[in-house]
């Protein structure tokens, strides 16, 4: 179930980062503006799979987005931690640009890091029955 809270997670994630940095690049923003937009694209994309899922289930909007901030800040404020700070930390990885090898893999790298560091989190969330826990209860 923590897998499969973080694969989610990751999604979310994934399709914001690369976004955001797909219109900073467009854009010809520097790299703290591109950053920053990824990660708001994140949080939202990452929110925005999990709010899908519960309003499928006949939950209220107030109440499904109250569940998606509870179940998802934590991990997706850890993924985002790890990956960016992968990213950032990796040479020449912040100034690769779309087109470019560097970009793909410290990109793959980071995530797949952050999903390393990410499962174990959502487990200990889930067996506080936390975070994802309340997720599934309206999954029937």
């Not at 994934?14 to 949080?43: D, K, Q, R, Y």
């Not at 998606?68 to 404020?77: G, K, Q, R």
Request: proline share 3%.
């Amino acid at each position: 179930m923590a897998a499969q809270a973080t694969l989610h997670c990751l999604t979310g994630c994934a399709i914001g980062e690369i976004l955001g940095m797909i219109i900073g690049t467009a854009f010809g923003w520097g790299n703290l503006p591109t950053m920053v937009l990824a990660i708001i694209l994140a949080f939202f994309f990452g929110y925005a799979l999990t709010l899908r899922g519960i309003l499928k289930a006949g939950v209220d909007f107030k109440t499904a987005f109250k569940v998606a901030l509870a179940a998802d800040t934590l991990s997706i404020v850890t993924m985002e931690i790890i990956d960016n700070g992968v990213i950032a930390l990796w040479p020449g990885a912040m100034d690769a640009h779309l087109d470019e090898p560097l970009f793909w893999s410290a990109l793959a790298a980071s995530l797949a890091l952050a999903f390393v560091v990410t499962t174990p989190v959502n487990k200990w969330m889930i067996g506080r029955g936390k975070g994802h826990a309340v997720v599934h209860q309206y999954h029937h």
